[in-house]
């Protein structure tokens, strides 16, 4: 029998019109979370428990900020903290998680307990109602160019891993918080994990379906420049090639 506990940490902010869907994707899940905890930042329409606690067959604890934090790290941090559970895994309010996810999540973890589990994703604009298969970078690919590749400089070529549908070991990411003052704070984690030489594990299968949105919780283009100046400047010495397409650009800049 498994000893892996499985929470799942969503953060919400004036979405309240996916946050439904997004819960009704971890009741369809194959394996079900042991933990959900949702961290509302402050909206001005925020969910209530008995609105939330129906639609899945699993513990809910529903947290309300008092004040907005300006960003998602926050929000994570805060659910992060509130866990019971071995191991988390992040979902924003407005993405679903395929079916199966938590499940092979799960069989990683069973054989390396501190990895970090990560997928594929589709992304979906619904202003064209278009979805496309983003792969997530995977260290093999690379390590077939070049077995002496570190995973930061792997990273380095690219922040394709994708937060939703992204876990870990709830003690790492308590001794490594999501930094509240940086922007991309994601990619920001991944590297400084990379760098203390956590090992990363892709499950071979897409995670979670991302709902493309014109709104940025970012900040400003000029803020989301200066956060990729701030990442390049903290963890490589020489500016990296920075190769990501045109649709990831889209998402952060346009």
């Known amino acids: 029998m498994s000893t892996i506990t499985i929470c799942v940490v969503i953060t919400h902010f004036n979405q309240r019109q996916f946050l439904d869907t997004c819960i009704r994707s971890l009741a369809a899940q194959v394996r079900l979370p042991d933990e959900i905890i949702i961290v509302d930042d402050c909206s001005s329409n925020p969910p209530s428990y008995s609105e939330l606690a129906d639609l899945v067959n699993a513990p809910l604890l529903l947290i309300s900020s008092r004040e907005n934090s300006g960003g998602p790290a926050f929000p994570r941090n805060l659910g992060i903290a509130a866990s019971t559970s071995s191991h988390a895994v992040f979902l924003d309010c407005d993405d679903i998680l395929m079916p199966y996810t938590l499940k092979v999540m799960e069989l990683v973890w069973e054989n390396n307990p501190y990895a970090i589990a990560y997928g594929d994703q589709i992304s979906w604009d619904p202003l064209h109602n278009k979805l496309s298969l983003q792969y997530a970078r995977r ?116």
């Open 139 to 254: 260290f093999n690919r690379l390590n077939k160019l070049n077995i002496n590749y570190t995973y930061q400089e792997f990273l380095a070529c690219g922040n394709q891993i994708f937060l939703s549908g992204t876990g870990g070991p709830v003690q790492i990411f308590l001794l490594n918080t999501f930094d509240e003052l940086q922007r991309w704070e994601d990619y920001d984690l991944w590297l400084r994990l990379a760098c203390f030489g956590y090992a990363f594990e892709h499950t071979n299968y897409t995670h979670s379906l991302y709902r493309l949105s014109q709104a940025s919780r970012s900040g400003t283009r000029a803020a989301r420049h200066q956060g990729c100046k701030d990442i390049k400047r903290k963890y490589f010495a020489q500016d990296p090639p920075w190769k990501w397409p045109f649709w990831y650009w889209r998402q952060r800049f346009i």
